[in-house]
């Protein structure tokens, strides 16, 4: 286009087939997909939209549908970090967010119950789950199915707080207070 004297920038302007790449869609709870078939499962901004029962079912999903030895990564908000504590707390804000989001309370309550189910489901076989602060709001979670057949441990590491119990990311986000000129 003119404003870039009519050079691609890097954006994507057309898809080429590519013989490796298949697209299906379907239920991620219940994929059709052989049992030890893939190597990653990814799941961002998913878990929020779900209710706990149904996230619960992804997880299963994806470790039976996973190879040993591979991994589930779920980036998603985090209702733990203090940014995402202080927004929850303002009421009209917050109400703003839950309007267009039906399970957020039900995901902001039971974030906890659902990381440690998927510590429990991925610490079977010697697999391990490793957390970190990826944004001020927003956690990034890698799960390793095991390789070790019977070997039951839990294997859980938690970045996403320092030592001195703030969280590890800076949150860059405008308060709510704030307008994006005053930024």
Known sequence: DSANNGKNQGWITTIQPD??????????????????????????????????????????????????????????????????????????????????????????????????FIVETFGRDGGWVKIAAATGRHYALVAEKGVDVGINRISFEDFRFREDGSYAVEDTHLKPWESKNEA
């Open 19 to 116: 013989a490796r790449i298949e697209l299906r869609q379907g239920d991620m709870a219940d994929s059709q997909l052989p049992s030890n078939s893939a190597s990653v499962v990814n799941l961002s901004l998913v878990m929020h939209e779900l209710p706990t029962n149904i996230a619960k079912q992804v997880v299963l999903e994806a470790y039976r549908i996973l190879k040993p030895g591979g991994q589930l990564w779920v980036s998603e908000m985090d209702f733990e970090s203090p940014a995402y504590k202080a927004q929850r707390e303002n009421a009209l804000l917050f109400s703003l967010l839950r309007a267009t989001e039906p399970y957020l309370d039900e995901y902001a309550d039971g974030m906890p119950v659902l990381r440690n």
